[in-house]
């Protein structure tokens, strides 16, 4: 600091040098409680060093031992004086609260709060996020004071979903009123991304089974995940740290499992990102058995009717007479009636039996070799394919019961078939109830060669069940319609009319095979193609070689379908047409 003066008049009759700072006479400078040190070139220029005080002044002080008032006065004159100040102390930046002190990931909105601090104060303050500008304050500079700039602190709200997600750098800064600038940078990190749970599991289990374990697997952004939280049955919810969990459920009924995950990135008020909640049924029910077959009563009992004559003894009945109930009193009598007496089949069967010998005057029991007659009552051979007739119906029989033997009644039985041919398209065909023994039957419409099985969807404790298929075989329904003409002569064609019935053709159509036959020998002579379309006819021709005109034969002709994959019906034949063939052709006229 220096101190300009460039007019001063001081009478020294009055005062003495003192022992301070002396200059041009008897007296010193003094500056808050620090002295001036007097110039060396005899100018009325002084420096004061930095002695911690906001304020200076001058000073007379008398130097004498006596001072008489009145005496005299002294004189100062200061008409400028130039005050010139350096500052030794940098300005700061500092964030107190909000973004600038997070540590680990972020998310939401957060407060962003920048305060600086300077002797001359603070003229700017601004930030910036992954270089984008923030909102900054400033002030108007005045020099007239010490403190010439008093900027406000940056209170603001920073949206960080307007940013790019993971490490990004926040910066602050700051000028104060010597254009003195402060900084600092720390490093902020973002996932506003919002995590994400499934679950996996099996949806019908037995309860034979044990504790079964849903899965739930959760991903999240670049913060990763910090953990699921999943409830059974609406029961408080167990946090499982991880990103995935096997959650265990157990107990026979219907059950319901529901998680949501959670990453390691907070909200302003210290909530983590949070997974829509993922929900999950399962049922537990008591393991079901579904059998399936073609019944049918074997062995039945042979009965046969007998003719005999029975003797009534006398009774009494009520009889009417004009209208009026009587008591009649009938005479015994003897009546001839009509009985069915009915006894079951018999086998002779080769058995090992135990028979009492003597053995050396002893009797002992020895396994022998015997034909024995063994009494085969009826009973029922449950059979898994079962042959019926083009255009007939026919029952299919089953059985619903728990894994420990105990029938089910009362229950609906969905009845699905596919046509056997290969594609597995398999509908509802009927339904049926089982009885208070857990059987049921269901009628099998008229149709092709078809797979059935038996679907039993379960109940709320008792597990859905599904049967092991059969099979129904449908023979094909070939027809010859027409051979013309019927009489030929030899070396003459005919034309043979057929309709394969049935429809289910194959994309590309059947095969059906061509025989002519004399008596019990035939031939196949050729294989018509591509049968099918909407009626199922087609039409061939055969030509007969030459022969003798005086020789007549006997022929017929016969169409059989051949087996194919794609085609739901079996192999099958049609009724025989004859032709005749001799003599010479007709002659033609023009």
């Known amino acids: 600091m220096g101190i300009n003066?460039?007019?001063?008049?001081?009478?020294?009759?009055?005062?003495?040098?003192?022992?301070?700072g002396q200059w041009g006479g008897d007296f010193y400078w003094s500056s808050g409680s620090s002295n001036i040190t007097p110039a060396e070139s005899g100018g009325p220029a002084f420096g004061l060093g930095p002695f911690g005080s906001s304020y200076f002044g001058l000073l007379v002080v008398c130097g004498q031992s006596t001072c008489t008032i009145g005496k005299g006065e002294a004189l100062i004159n200061v008409s400028e004086l130039i005050l010139q100040v350096a500052?030794?102390?940098?300005?700061?930046?500092?964030?107190?609260?909000?973004?600038?002190?997070?540590?680990?990931?972020?998310?939401?909105?957060?407060?962003?709060?920048?305060?600086?601090?300077?002797p001359t104060g603070m003229c700017f303050l601004w930030a910036s996020l992954a270089g984008q500008s923030l909102p900054g304050t400033s002030s108007a500079v005045n020099p007239a004071t010490w403190q010439e700039c008093n900027a406000p602190s940056i209170s603001d709200t920073v949206y960080t979903a307007a940013f790019a997600q993971g490490a990004t750098t926040l910066a602050i800064a700051g000028v104060d009123g010597a254009d003195n600038p402060a900084s600092g940078t720390k490093t902020v990190y973002i996932d506003n991304q919002q995590p994400t749970v499934a679950l996996t599991g099996p949806t019908d289990a037995p309860s034979t089974a044990g504790t079964q374990y849903v899965t739930a697997t959760a991903a999240a952004g670049?913060?990763?995940?910090?953990?699921?939280?999943?409830?059974?049955?609406?029961?408080p919810g167990q946090w499982y740290a991880g990103s995935t969990v096997q959650v265990p459920v157990s107990g026979i009924g219907d059950h319901q499992i529901s998680c949501f995950a959670e990453n390691n990135a907070v909200s302003a008020d210290g909530i983590h990102g949070t997974s829509a909640t993922a929900s999950f049924a399962m049922k537990i029910g008591t393991p079901t058995v579904a059998a399936i077959g073609f019944d049918k009563l074997v062995d039945k009992l042979r009965c046969h009717r007998e003719h005999e004559v029975v003797r009534i003894a006398a009774h009494w009945v009520t009889g009417t007479v004009n209208g009026k109930p009587v008591r009649v009193h009938e005479q015994a009598r003897t009546q001839r009636i009509t009985i069915t007496r009915c006894h079951v089949r018999t086998a002779r069967r080769r058995m090992e039996v135990w028979v009492t010998?003597?053995?050396?005057?002893?009797?002992?029991?020895v396994r022998r070799q015997r034909t024995v007659l063994v009494a085969i009552p009826p009973h029922i051979v449950s059979r898994?394919?079962?042959?019926?007739?083009?255009?007939?119906?026919?029952?299919?029989?089953?059985?619903?019961?728990?894994?420990?033997?105990?029938?089910?009644?009362?229950?609906?039985?969905?009845?699905?078939?596919?046509a056997d041919n290969g594609r597995h398209n398999f509908h509802l065909a009927t339904t049926t109830t089982t009885a208070a023994d857990g059987?049921?039957?269901?009628r099998i419409g008229p149709g092709p060669s078809r797979v059935i099985e038996a679907y039993y969807p379960g109940a709320a404790t008792i597990q859905a069940a599904q049967s092991a298929p059969v099979t129904l075989t449908v023979p094909a329904k070939i027809v010859l319609l027409r051979i013309t003409p019927h009489r030929v002569a030899w070396g003459q064609t005919v034309r043979i009319l057929g309709r394969l019935q049935g429809g289910y053709f194959p994309p590309g159509g059947a095969l059906v095979r061509l025989r002519i036959g004399e008596g019990n020998a035939y031939t196949t002579y050729g294989v018509a193609e591509h049968v099918g379309g909407h009626h199922g006819l087609f039409s061939t021709t055969y030509t007969f070689g030459a022969g003798d005109p005086s020789t007549y034969r006997s022929f017929w002709f016969e169409l059989a379908t051949l087996p194919m994959g794609d085609y739901p019906y079996a192999p099958a034949n049609s009724r025989r047409r004859s032709v005749f063939v001799g003599g010479d052709p007709p002659i033609r006229r023009r």
Request: charged residues 15%.
């Open 357 to 365: 010998v003597r053995r050396h005057g002893k009797t002992v029991r």
């Open 5 to 20: 003066i460039p007019a001063f008049d001081l009478n020294e009759s009055y005062v003495n040098a003192g022992s301070q």
């Open 384 to 418: 898994s394919t079962q042959l019926v007739g083009h255009d007939r119906a026919t029952t299919v029989d089953g059985w619903i019961g728990t894994d420990a033997g105990v029938a089910i009644a009362g229950q609906t039985v969905d009845i699905y078939t596919a």
């Open 87 to 118: 500052e030794t102390r940098l300005p700061a930046v500092n964030g107190p609260s909000g973004l600038w002190q997070t540590s680990g990931w972020v998310r939401g909105n957060w407060p962003l709060v920048v305060t600086g601090s300077a």
């Open 222 to 235: 670049p913060s990763g995940v910090a953990g699921i939280d999943c409830s059974v049955d609406d029961a």
């Open 439 to 442: 059987g049921w039957t269901a």
